[in-house]
């Protein structure tokens, strides 16, 4: 089946920098999405991306659809405490009649103060 | 939170014993998926349905039973749960306006321990 590679596992970081992390695949997908989860707590949609190239924006957080179709990464600027969580990527395969989403297993964030 | 919810949030049970998960919603959203999320494993489809009555596996559906009868109930049942399901399930659900439109929100989790 697919499968998505998400790197790095874990990032510690100092409050005020920036934040970068991504998903790679051996496969194509239609749609990137990345969501937030909070401990104790469903994951929550932070950017969807729908078109190969696209570069969207939430705020702080700044995410890419790869051109090849095969990767995204997000980005996040200027972290402060609150943005502590684990990170996952999701992608929508192509072909047939497939809603079903393909999860990274998650990049754990924590800020330091 | 998109109007999901989960029932119950917490759960102890047996061995043997069977166990059933409902996820309701208030989205009216025609798409609704069980997961299961563990260590090491990240989210894992379970179970998911198209419409009411309309369901179909996932990558780890052994074990595992779905049923919706109405458009906001999908109900996991666990005929007869094992110690390897304990885990945490979360139910999403969706309603793309096209096949590229996906995006699936998530309910808070009901953590399952079975003993």
């Known amino acids: 089946g697919q499968q998505l590679n998400q790197s790095p596992q874990s990032m510690f970081i100092q409050e005020g920098e920036d934040v970068s992390m991504n998903c790679t695949s051996s496969?194509?997908?239609?749609?990137w999405l990345w969501y937030k989860q909070d401990p104790g707590e469903g994951p929550v949609l932070l950017i969807a991306?729908?078109?190969?190239?696209e570069l969207t924006s939430n705020g702080r957080l700044t995410a890419q659809f790869g051109i090849t179709r095969k990767d995204s990464f997000l980005n996040i600027s200027a972290s402060i405490p609150s943005d502590v969580g684990i990170y996952f990527c999701?992608?929508?395969?192509?072909?047939?009649?497939?809603?079903?989403?393909?999860f990274g297993k998650g990049t754990l964030l924590t800020v330091n103060p | 939170d998109a109007g999901i919810t989960q029932s119950p949030r917490h759960k102890v049970t047996e061995t043997g014993t069977p166990v059933t998960l409902r996820c309701h919603q208030t989205?009216?959203?025609?798409?609704m998926y069980w997961y299961r999320q563990d260590p090491g494993h990240g989210l894992r489809l379970i179970h998911y349905s198209y419409g009411v009555k309309d369901t179909d596996k996932g990558e780890v559906s052994d074990g595992y039973s779905v049923s919706r009868s109405k458009t906001e109930d999908f109900l996991l049942t666990l005929e007869s749960a094992t110690s390897s399901q304990t885990s945490v399930y979360f139910c999403a659900i969706s309603d793309p306006p096209g096949r590229e439109q996906e995006t699936q929100y998530f309910g808070p989790g009901t953590r399952l321990l079975v003993l």
């Open positions: 991306l729908y078109k190969a190239g």
């Open positions: 989205e009216n959203h025609r798409y």
């Open positions: 999701a992608g929508l395969g192509s072909g047939g009649s497939n809603y079903k989403l393909t």
């Open positions: 496969s194509i997908f239609n749609t």
